[in-house]
């Protein structure tokens, strides 16, 4: 491991911070959504940290052997919990729906697996030499994160498609990219850009999650007046048709043509 990979943490980190305060101190989310952006991007932090500490620990003296093992327990372990972190923003209500306590009992239970087969080494092991090496049933994390992924993925699109925006397309590229460098990574082990590339994600998530949600007014549901604005000033342009639904004691709807 060279110090560019360092500067690169560095930069990794830097970055994940400045997006917890900007969560923290955002006026736009509300305390669910801000509470599931910051958690993800403190376990990406944790995480990366993690990936430098079993670099630099790996092939050290026997007794840094421990710190091996538990970075490596810990890093496996905890990646499905991103996607799960960033699932729990999607939906506005405070109550869990099934699906997610039931993806949380599957992390619980994954996690418990995963520090059983510690001593066998079936997922990951650490030789007494204080060297790591993938075990035969090494594809169970890799099914474990895929999955989250699927599940990340299907709940976003699911969300989208409640909005009016048209860049809710744009979850397609950020998909195949993310599955793109997870399997580069797994294909080639010693390139270690898998958690960087998941903090640029992670970001150009947090847009479009922004961008989705700022569309609609929050107590209505409807477009905000930005948003109808732009889409009437544009069919201004296209001899299209505008709806405007005007309503008053629920007695009549008027419909207007540009």
């Known amino acids: 491991m060279n110090g560019y990979f360092y500067v690169l943490t560095t930069i990794d980190i830097f970055v994940l911070c400045f997006m917890c305060v900007l969560t923290r101190l955002s006026e736009s989310l509300n305390k669910k959504q801000k509470r599931g952006f910051f958690f993800a991007f403190i376990l990406i932090a944790f995480i990366s940290l993690l990936e430098v500490i079993t670099l630099k620990v790996d092939g050290l003296p026997l007794r840094y052997r421990w710190i091996n093992i538990i970075s490596n327990y810990l890093g496996f372990g905890l990646t499905p919990s991103v996607c799960i972190c960033l699932v729990y923003v999607l ?8 699906e997610f306590k039931l993806a949380i009992l599957c992390e619980i239970i994954y996690l418990l697996v995963l520090a ?7 997922v990951f092991s650490v030789s007494q030499e204080n060297i790591y090496s993938r075990g035969p049933y090494f594809f169970i994390y890799i099914f474990v994160y895929f999955i989250s992924i699927f599940y990340l993925s299907l709940s976003t ?3 989208s498609k409640q909005f009016q925006n048209r860049s809710k397309a744009l979850i397609y590229p950020l998909i195949i990219f993310l599955a793109a460098e997870t399997i580069i990574q797994i294909m080639v082990p010693n390139l270690h850009v898998s958690w960087l590339c998941v903090t640029l994600l992670s970001v150009l998530y947090f847009i ?7 569309q609609l007014d929050s107590l209505t549901g409807l477009l905000n007046q930005n948003s109808f604005l732009n889409r009437s000033h544009e069919m201004n342009y296209t001899n ?3 709806i405007v639904f005007d309503v008053d004691d629920f007695d009549y709807i008027k419909i207007v043509r540009v």
Request: positive net charge; aromatic residues 10%; contains cysteine.
């Open 157 to 159: 699109i699911l969300v």
């Open 116 to 122: 059983i087969s510690i001593p066998s080494g079936l």
């Open 240 to 242: 299209g048709m505008l």
């Open 91 to 98: 939906d506005k209500k405070t109550r869990l729906r099934w």
């Open 208 to 214: 479009y999650c922004s961008e989705m949600w700022n």
